[in-house]
């Protein structure tokens, strides 16, 4: 019997993909990937998937001084 995936798990997108609500390219100098600003990295808004993030609660955002 195949497992079922948990209904509360997250899906990870491939890496060098961008996601929604990433201020920078991935891979691009100076960033890391960052709880989203919108849902602080819930990936939930009320019962919904967050607009921003569309459920991740991750966006790449810069960081140092760049």
Do not use: F, Y
């Not at 997250?10 to 600003?37: F, K, M, S, W, Y």
């Amino acid at each position: 019997m195949a497992e079922q995936p948990d209904s509360k798990s997250i899906a990870v997108p491939a890496a060098n993909v961008p996601l929604p609500g990433d201020e920078v390219e991935p891979n691009a100098g100076q960033t890391a990937q960052g709880p989203c600003h919108r849902c602080s990295g819930t990936g939930r808004l009320d019962a919904a998937p967050c607009p921003d993030c569309e459920g991740t609660g991750l966006v790449t955002v810069t960081v140092g001084d760049a």
